[in-house]
């Protein structure tokens, strides 16, 4: 039977029943995500008509500048998560350091990591932006925080997903039973169910690329998007080409209509060689949620699923979508590196 227009509280309640141990922990967290959600996207909604657009001035842990809708969004979640008793730490693009749980609070078994808002410089031009999450279990025993509870690999992940504030704000998640999406319907503030286990196509015809970027890259890259770009109708060639420059927007649309997303190695920036992406709050997430769907996710060589992070805030090659797609480019760049 169809759950077409179901609220997303009884998708969860569903999901959890599949799941006979659940204790409802988890149905509780991502509920008050899907209310810091909702909050980011009321504010995102009338940014054009109050002082919120422009920059604070500061400067972030990734040494772009922090604009203020940005630090609304990450302390918007931060201050609703802290107190829900349900998680033992969290970890943003936006913070320096891993955020504990301040001890007048209860702590939980989960990790959340999140980019609060993606794409972010994108605002001011009233362009799709995102918020992605991605929810671990704590390995280790007790109340204290390892670093490994943090740094754990993307296969490990119970759950992601991610909230898009477009012309309609949606959500889209898995608990590794499917992926599904859900529309914000704003008269009654509730997401419905408008995207029912979605399945990503086995091949696309778009690929999306910062193609401004291409006197950083090297051989083997160009090759890629030579393959992409060669005129040869028979196989299915050249693909059209899209980028937004909001990750959460173009790995939306690569979903639905199938393709590639890629933001490959460059040498734009010495201090970031492997590109801009980072594993844990971006590449991770989207990697499972791909996955559910049928898709594929790499660094060039690897599963960006089995990719262990050295560090919060690392930064990998990500070649995202269509499962054939993926696979040409992975075997493009072996042949190269030949
Ligand atoms: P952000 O999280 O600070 O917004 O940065 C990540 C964004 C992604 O959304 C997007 O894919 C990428 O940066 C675009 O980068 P570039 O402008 O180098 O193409
Ligand atoms: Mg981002």
Request: with cysteine; proline share 5%.
């Amino acid at each position: 039977m169809s759950k077409f227009g179901m609220t997303v509280t009884e998708h969860l309640l569903s999901q959890q029943r599949l799941h006979p141990d659940a204790t409802g922990a988890f149905t509780v967290l991502l509920s008050e995500l899907i209310v810091a959600a909702k909050i980011i996207s009321k504010e995102a909604r009338k940014s054009g008509l109050t002082d919120i657009l422009g920059f604070t001035g500061d400067i972030n842990v990734q040494g772009e500048a922090v604009k203020k809708l940005d630090e609304f969004a990450n302390t918007s979640i931060i201050r609703r998560m802290s107190h829900l008793g349900q998680l033992c730490a969290m970890v943003s693009e936006e913070s320096a350091d891993i955020i504990e749980i301040p001890s007048k609070y209860q702590k939980g078994n989960y990790v959340l990591i999140f980019d609060p808002l993606d794409g972010s410089s994108n605002i001011d031009a009233n362009v799709n932006i995102g918020t992605i999450f991605s929810i671990y279990k704590k390995v280790t025993p007790g109340e204290q925080v390892a670093s490994v509870d943090v740094l754990q690999p993307g296969y490990r992940q119970v759950a992601a997903g991610y909230f898009l504030y477009g012309t309609s704000t949606m959500m889209v998640y898995t608990t590794g039973d499917g992926l599904h999406g859900f529309t914000l319907y704003p008269a009654v503030g509730e997401f419905l169910l408008s995207h029912e286990n979605i399945r990503i196509p086995e091949r696309g015809s778009i690929f999306s690329v910062n193609m401004g970027y291409t006197n950083y890259w090297d051989e083997n890259v160009k090759a890629v998007v030579d393959h992409f770009t060669k005129a040869d109708p028979e196989k299915g060639l050249p693909y059209s080409l899209r980028y937004i420059g909001s990750l959460v927007a173009d790995f939306h649309r690569t979903l639905l209509y199938g393709g590639i997303f890629m933001y490959p190695p460059d040498r734009k920036d010495p201090k970031k060689p492997h590109g801009k992406l980072r594993l844990t709050c971006e590449c991770a997430p989207l990697a499972m949620l791909v996955k559910q769907a049928g898709g594929m996710a790499t660094d060039g060589e690897r599963d960006i699923l089995e990719i262990e992070p050295g560090e919060i805030h690392q930064r990998v090659p990500l070649y995202i979508g269509s499962a054939k797609d993926v696979k040409t480019v992975m075997e493009i760049l072996k042949t190269e590196r030949k």
